[in-house]
């Protein structure tokens, strides 16, 4: 991320912070943890790197999982500096959930990556219909289709030490405040953020993930992940999946090394509720 770029948001906090008469040493450390993400919209002018919705579009050998399509991510549109993931540079990222927004809980769900230049084909929930039951088959359908533009901004992770005043932190609450208030996340309605860190609602994914010792257990010859190997690769507006509109956050937790290797078998999906 270009340093003109970032000045956009630095600058911003940078008087939030002097108002607050926090030391610039302090502030200076503050901006040192800053962490690039993307964040992915209907609308805006960036440039349209994946879709809203829809069916996915799925090799002839790949069935569609059981779950509601959320987003589709085209890796070879996002720039490099849009996140410190460890994402493909090309193929198309395909974020899956379950269909529950009842509670926040681990919804189910899963991530499908489709290799750039396989031969794909739209393949409708219905297609699928050998793990379905009559009330499956009587779900309303795909979730409505958009286009997703990018937006590319910082984000501080906000853990427990940053947001109260510690010996390794004497000025977190102010900071943690001066960031906050100087900054606009477009998060909405419809919208997806790859990496960063989640705005936790409730009870977020990071705190429930490292509460559950193998969301996922790992195949044979590999080892568990710990707290620290887990990112998040995704979160996404639920609106769409809870009856009356409440405000949810579906977030994909993934531990990063397989990531880089592209497995999704131990993805966590949680639901965060306002």
């Excluded at 993400?37 to 002839?60: E, K, M, Q, S």
């Excluded at 379950?98 to 084909?121: H, I, K, R």
């Amino acid at each position: 991320m270009s340093s003109t770029y970032m000045q956009r948001f630095i600058d911003p906090f940078r008087a939030k912070a002097a108002e607050q008469s926090i030391p610039p040493a302090d502030v200076d450390e503050w901006i040192s943890g800053l962490r690039p993400f993307a964040t992915l919209l209907p609308y805006g002018d960036g440039p349209v790197v994946g879709r809203w919705g829809g069916n996915p579009w799925l090799p002839a050998d790949v069935p569609h999982p059981p779950f509601t399509l959320v987003a589709s991510i085209d890796c070879a549109a996002l720039p490099a500096e849009a996140t410190d993931l460890p994402l493909p540079s090309d193929g198309q990222l395909l974020l899956f959930s379950g269909d529950d927004g009842d509670a926040c809980c681990d919804l189910g769900g899963t991530v499908l990556y489709v290799p750039a230049g396989a031969a794909v084909a739209e393949r409708p929930w219905s297609v699928e219909g050998e793990d379905e039951d009559e009330d499956d088959e009587d779900e309303d359908g795909p979730w409505p289709v958009e286009s997703l533009r990018l937006t590319i901004a910082p984000y501080h992770p906000l853990h427990s030490a940053d947001d109260s005043d510690a010996p390794e932190h004497p000025c977190g609450k102010g900071l943690s405040r001066a960031w906050e208030d100087s900054q606009v996340y477009p998060l909405g309605e419809r919208g997806v953020q790859l990496g960063g860190f989640p705005i936790e609602l409730n009870n977020g994914p990071i705190d429930a993930v490292t509460k559950v010792a193998n969301p996922r257990p790992p195949a044979s010859g590999m080892e568990s992940p710990t707290d620290e190997d887990w990112v998040l690769l995704a979160s996404a507006d639920g609106t769409d999946m809870v009856n009356g509109g409440e405000q949810n956050l579906i977030s994909w937790m993934v531990p990063r090394q397989d990531l880089a290797e592209l497995r999704f078998d131990r993805v966590y999906v949680h639901l965060d509720g306002a």
